[in-house]
């Protein structure tokens, strides 16, 4: 297998975009269009007729390089038009082990049992098939999403779309929790550009939810990509906690990502057990991605 490295400006954008809409593990994370919004130095690491692509986003550093996984990408790859195997994704990786000093990477859940080699850890993402009817999905809920969906109805909860972007960031922003922090200014930028850029290249919704009399309690984006619809970020203020919004903004979102064609609704992972919680209450399933790690520096130093 001939495999390159390829920075940015030596990408086929045209080739690598049609083999991640293609490939039979499609998710809007491998873009070009995504990754550049998410971090403008990635490379790309192909095949000889880009049949398989996976992004390497490169930081430099003392003349070592490092492989790291950027704010808002959950899996950079690897995207590929057959099914992978055993020998593919080996190759992929000792090619990067081998030209890298440190690789952190999250890989697309295809390659989760096929990985042997590295220090690997997994973790877990939600998600609800919507090829069912819509009254067979909600009978998987929790008895206490219902409880509080029904609350929403009853305080006259309601849902508006917008355009506006810039109030997601801004109730992302007024949360509480150290992963704010350490988001920045810097990083609260790059999720400007993202959702400027999927608002641009997919079917993208601002979802708000109001009370009866007009207070904003909940402000969510997702994004429809390639047959999934993808809850990218929100954020609820803290009288929504109280009021049901959250459990109402999801089941009314899953609702019309059905009527409207879609295969599957993503929550677009949880690393906190409270979200992963929250999102179980939907009866959704899950499913592993993997976090490799390598590269040809000690280990102690990986």
């Known amino acids: 297998m001939n495999l390159r490295l390829l920075s940015n400006a030596k990408i086929d954008k045209n080739r690598w975009n049609e083999t991640v809409q293609s490939a039979h593990n499609s998710a809007v994370y491998g873009m070009s269009w995504y990754l550049d919004a998410c971090c403008p130095d990635w490379y790309g690491l192909v095949d000889e007729n ?9 930081r430099h550093k003392v003349g070592l390089s490092y492989a790291y996984q ?16 055993g020998i593919t994704v080996q190759a992929f990786l000792q090619f990067l082990s081998s030209k890298i000093g440190k690789v952190k990477l999250y890989l697309t859940p295809q ?12 973790r877990v993402s939600q998600y609800i098939p919507l090829d069912r009817p819509v009254d067979e999905i909600r009978s998987g809920y929790v008895e206490n999403a219902r409880r509080n969906i029904k609350k929403a109805e009853k305080n006259g909860l309601n849902i508006q779309f917008s355009i506006d972007f810039e109030t997601v960031i801004k109730g992302f ?3 509480q929790g150290e992963h704010v922090k350490l988001i ?19 079917d993208s919704h601002v979802t708000q939810v109001f009370t009866r009399e007009g207070q904003l309690l909940y402000s969510a984006f997702f994004s429809g990509f390639n ?3 993808l809850y990218v970020k929100g954020a609820g203020t803290d009288l929504a906690r109280h009021t049901g919004a959250g459990h109402f903004l999801m089941d009314r979102m899953m609702k019309k990502f059905h009527e409207d064609g879609y295969r599957v609704l993503d929550f677009g992972g949880a690393n906190a057990e409270n979200v992963r919680k929250f999102n179980k209450q939907f009866g959704s399933s899950e499913f592993e991605y993997l976090c490799f790690k390598g590269g040809y520096l000690p280990a102690f130093l990986l």
Not at 111 to 122: R, Y
């Open 173 to 175: 922003k007024n949360q």
């Open 227 to 229: 047959g999934t619809a």
């Open 184 to 202: 920045g200014d810097a990083g609260f930028q790059r999720l400007h550009d993202l959702l400027y850029t999927l608002q641009k290249h997919t």
């Open 111 to 122: 390659c989760t049992p096929l990985v042997k080699t590295g220090q690997p850890e997994t």
């Open 50 to 58: 880009y049949e398989r692509v996976m992004a390497v986003p490169l």
């Open 70 to 85: 950027p704010l808002f990408v959950q899996q950079v790859g690897i995207f590929s038009l057959l099914p992978l195997d």
